[in-house]
């Protein structure tokens, strides 16, 4: 679970130690998905009601957003390790600048939300993992202008105003595949006077969940999962229970680990078909793959062979998996290319890797793998959320010790991943990096 200090957003100084060279094998059981989460919880913003969501994941991200909703005056009721009650009823404020909302990218869907509810929005500008690219949101606010809103930004904050004509329908052809601004469009078109139509929108499992839940909460959204996506505007969303998708990321960091350390591990809670792109590349690579309803089993046993692939938006080879990928190549037979299709950049781990032997080029957008024999453990640094999660398979399959620091980073999209870990052999820890308490002062 996570420490006081980062459930208020504050980065860790702990790390993680890791004894490598062991194979995995037992069991493992997903959560939900963090880019489903971190959506559904601002979209309940727009309930005029009571929403339960079920198989929430408590990882940082979601820990900040709850604080962030009840920074608002939102009740917000933890019921379990993975439900939470929201209750919006009471809000009546549309402005969200604290230093909270800087923490995370995910804080930009508040804008969509407040839009939505109150025609108003003032949210700063998102925070979020910075992995060597710029993250603009231009086309959300296309969308929010088609909509009807005025946009401004100014000292890092976004004010979007439609308070005038209020929200209608429109048209909306997105210039870049974009699932922030697919969700964000979605979450201000479910209250507007008539029809809205997402056009060249993201397919991602998340956009489906959100899409899921505003229309058990009475939503009218038809299309989510394809390119285009229709929302008809209803009068007002009820409460309700939701349960939030398995993660498809976590699954398949899961699966790659196995593929670098070898073994056997049964991956529960998940949806086969979310993962389909992932398993493609895993067989490709010599791992072994038994498919049940909603469980995978990964066995890697023998060599590990060389890839070509290139991150695309689903059904695609899922970018978040890049790292994890990249992670598991440097052990294959020959040279692998990896081509990052989503992203400007999104290989700052690959030094991280080289000081553990790996033997990576990169340039812009393609990265060039020279498997080696093995590596060896080495103290590394976390530059973002998945490049943690590919220094934490590196070093489960390195032979020696590696440190990871800036775990914040990795605690932020994977929930309980050391104890999960530890249940499938993995010798890892989390080591506090607090600095000692200032010795007692010895009387003079
Ligand atoms: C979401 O980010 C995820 N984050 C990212 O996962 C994921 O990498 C990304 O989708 C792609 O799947 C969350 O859901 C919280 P985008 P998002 O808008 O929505 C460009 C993780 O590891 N673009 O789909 O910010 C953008 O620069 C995180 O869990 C614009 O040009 O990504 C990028 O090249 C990291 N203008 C591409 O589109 C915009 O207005 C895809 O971005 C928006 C995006």
Redesign the pocket.
């Known amino acids: 679970m996570l420490s006081l200090t980062e459930k208020k957003g504050e980065p860790s100084l702990d790390k993680f130690v890791i004894h490598g060279g062991k194979p995995l094998f037992g069991e493992v059981t997903v959560s939900g998905a963090?880019?489903a989460a971190?959506?559904i919880i601002p979209a309940a913003l727009l309930v005029d009601g009571v929403c339960r969501v079920e198989n929430i994941p408590m990882v940082r991200?979601v820990v900040i957003e709850m604080e962030i909703l009840r920074e608002l005056g939102i009740g917000v009721r933890v019921v379990n390790h993975s439900t939470i009650e929201i209750d919006s009823r009471g809000l009546n404020k549309y402005s969200a600048v604290s230093d909270l909302n800087r923490k995370?990218?995910?804080s930009?869907y508040l804008i969509g939300a407040f839009l939505g509810r109150f025609h108003r929005a003032e949210v700063a500008m998102?925070g979020?993992?910075n992995?060597g690219?710029?993250?603009?949101?231009?086309?959300?606010?296309?969308g929010f202008e088609a909509l009807g809103a005025a946009i401004e930004t100014r000292n890092g904050i976004v004010f979007a105003d439609a308070s005038k004509g209020g929200l209608h329908g429109a048209s909306v052809y997105?210039?870049?595949?974009?699932?922030?601004?697919?969700?964000n469009i979605m979450l201000a078109a479910c209250l507007a006077d008539g029809q809205t139509v997402i056009e060249n929108a993201?397919k991602?499992p998340?956009i489906v969940d959100l899409a899921n839940f505003l229309n058990s909460m009475g939503a009218d959204i038809m299309g989510a999962g394809t390119d285009v996506i229709k929302i008809r505007g209803v009068e007002r969303l009820y409460g309700g229970t939701y349960s939030i998708i398995p993660d498809q990321?976590e699954a398949g960091t899961f699966m790659a680990a196995v593929a670098a350390t070898g073994g056997s591990v049964l991956v529960r809670n998940i949806i086969p078909k979310h993962m389909d792109c992932i398993t493609a590349k895993m067989e490709e690579m010599g791992a072994v793959i038994e498919e049940e309803d909603d469980s995978i089993r990964v066995t890697r046993s023998g060599p590990l062979r060389k890839l070509q692939v290139k991150t695309l938006?689903?059904p695609g080879f899922?970018?978040?998996m890049q790292p994890q990928l990249a992670a598991v190549l440097c052990l294959a037979e020959g040279t692998s290319v990896i081509t990052e299709g989503?992203?400007?950049s999104?290989f700052r781990y690959s030094d991280e890797l080289r000081r553990m032997g790996a033997k990576i080029q990169v340039d812009g957008k393609v990265a060039v793998i020279e498997g080696v024999e093995g590596l060896t453990g080495a103290p590394v640094r976390a530059s973002?959320?998945?490049a943690g999660a590919a220094l934490v398979i590196a070093g489960l399959a390195a032979e020696g010790t590696t440190e990871i620091e800036e775990i914040g980073y990795i605690e932020?999209?994977y929930e309980d991943l050391v104890e999960k870990l530890r249940k499938l052999g993995a010798d890892i820890s989390r080591v506090s990096e607090e600095p000692a308490a200032d010795p007692i002062p010895r009387a003079n």
Not at 133 to 142: A, E, L, S, T
Not at 174 to 183: Q, R, Y
Request: hydrophobic residues 35%; glycine residues 8%; contains cysteine.
């Open positions: 963090k880019n971190v959506a991200d995370m990218r995910a930009y998102p979020g993992c992995f690219g710029v993250r603009p949101i231009d086309q959300h606010m296309k997105l210039d870049v595949v974009s699932v922030g601004a697919t969700m993201a991602e998340h990321i938006p689903y899922p970018t978040d989503v992203w400007e999104r973002d959320l998945r932020r999209g």
